[in-house]
């Protein structure tokens, strides 16, 4: 027997007896791999039932809510012109398909359609997708426009008359995140500050200077009758150039959630969640865990090769603390008249209001606009 190939003394003992401890320290290493590797599977189980029952729940709110769920100005032109001309109605249809799919990113190569969500993970998607196409950094710096714009105009729209063809049978998927994170984190990373962020400018030019001037004006007016005996304004008004928070959530609670932006319109709406049948929802809470086997599924199934990797990109870093913070600037009945705008993401999605508010929630309607 080599020296040193067992612990010392072990070689003094009879063979035998060696051999059966060698064996049993197999045995129970066998065993913890088995044991691992059937926690492995049930995590998945767990995980791939959870999708199924969200993916379940949306066809169910949907069902339950379509005859409430507000139409887009196309819908309504739809509507309004199919008892007079068939033809025109079929144009607006086509018009709102149309629209429809430009959230949507099909892949024809790799099957697979993908609703770009901003504010939940679409950079660092975006990115890897990009990369997957043969599209570089270097490509990405020369175009300079944001990855999800560059990955829209590398891939060619699906065409109104093809989507039965094309994105309904493909594998669907959407990222989605708490309403109101989502919320905060686009105010923080689109409005607060004009200029830290190359699309900084557009967003001012766009909306921010339009929602000064539409609420700051009044909240002069409220500070005014409610002065304090000198004359001046009870708390002030900030003159920064941006919109505040408040004035943010002002204007979202007076506009319709089909005229919101991309980077703030409801989830459901975003990807039309009640149009369109998705496979898999992934929630950002849990989106270290459930991407990684969300990835690995699309690589056993082939729509990715086994290179593919994602490079996290989370500029914002909005969190629940952070979220809470931005919250506190506002009144709990503007909290929740926004609530009420982003109703159907909390019913869709299995989100509450728990731990951003202990109040009870008012009857509210998804089209309250009322802000007094």
């Known amino acids: 027997?080599?020296?040193?190939?067992?612990?010392?003394?072990?070689?003094?003992?009879?063979?035998?007896?060696?051999?059966?401890?060698?064996?049993?320290?197999?045995?129970?290493?066998?065993y913890r791999l088995q044991d691992a590797h059937q926690s492995a599977s049930e995590e998945r189980a767990r995980i791939e039932g959870e999708w199924a029952a969200r993916a379940r729940s949306v066809r169910e709110e949907c069902a339950a809510a379509r005859d409430s769920l507000p139409l887009t100005r196309l819908q309504k032109n739809a509507l309004a012109a199919a008892s007079v001309d068939a033809k025109l109605?079929?144009?607006?249809?086509?018009?709102?398909?149309?629209?429809?799919?430009?959230?949507?990113?099909?892949?024809?190569?790799?099957?697979?359609?993908?609703?770009?969500?901003?504010?939940?993970?679409?950079?660092?998607?975006?990115?890897?997708?990009?990369?997957?196409?043969?599209?570089?950094?270097?490509?990405?710096?020369?175009a300079g426009e944001p990855p999800q714009v560059a990955l829209r105009s590398l891939?060619?729209?699906?065409?109104?008359?093809?989507?039965?063809?094309?994105?309904?049978?493909?594998?669907?998927?959407l990222f989605v995140r708490h309403p109101l994170e989502r919320v905060v984190s686009a105010y923080r990373n689109k409005l607060e500050d004009s200029y830290a962020s190359h699309d900084g400018e557009y967003f001012y030019r766009t909306y921010s200077r339009s929602i000064v001037q539409r609420f700051r004006q009044?909240?002069?007016?409220?500070?005014l009758a409610h002065a304090d005996t000198d004359g001046s304004p009870g708390d002030g008004e900030d003159d920064r150039r941006e919109p505040t928070f408040?004035?943010?959530?002002?204007?979202?609670?007076s506009t319709e959630v089909v005229d919101y932006d991309e980077h703030w319109k409801p989830m459901w709406l975003q990807c039309h969640v009640c149009d369109l049948e998705y496979d898999y929802i992934i929630k950002y809470e849990a989106f270290q865990e459930e991407s990684e086997y969300f990835m690995r599924l699309l690589k056993e199934r082939k729509h990715l090769p086994e290179s593919f990797a994602i490079r996290w990109e989370n500029k914002g870093?909005?969190?629940?603390?952070?979220?809470?913070?931005?919250?506190?600037?506002?009144?709990?009945?503007?909290?929740?008249l926004l609530y009420?705008?982003?109703?159907?993401?909390?019913?869709?999605?299995?989100?509450?209001?728990?731990?951003?508010t202990k109040s009870i929630p008012p009857e509210l309607s998804i089209h309250t606009n009322n802000l007094h």
């Open 340 to 356: 009420a705008k982003y109703q159907q993401d909390f019913n869709f999605f299995g989100y509450t209001m728990e731990g951003y």
């Open 89 to 142: 109605a079929a144009h607006y249809e086509r018009l709102h398909l149309k629209g429809l799919l430009g959230a949507l990113v099909y892949l024809p190569k790799r099957n697979f359609t993908w609703c770009i969500m901003p504010k939940v993970a679409s950079t660092s998607w975006a990115l890897a997708l990009l990369q997957l196409e043969g599209y570089g950094e270097e490509d990405l710096h020369e």
């Open 246 to 253: 408040e004035e943010f959530v002002d204007y979202l609670i």
């Open 1 to 30: 027997m080599r020296p040193g190939f067992f612990p010392r003394g072990m070689s003094r003992l009879p063979r035998k007896l060696i051999i059966t401890i060698v064996y049993m320290y197999c045995l129970l290493l066998v």
């Open 218 to 223: 009044r909240k002069k007016f409220k500070d």
């Open 155 to 173: 891939l060619r729209p699906v065409h109104p008359d093809q989507v039965n063809t094309t994105v309904q049978p493909s594998l669907k998927f």
């Open 317 to 336: 870093g909005t969190d629940r603390d952070a979220t809470l913070e931005y919250l506190s600037r506002i009144s709990e009945h503007k909290l929740w």
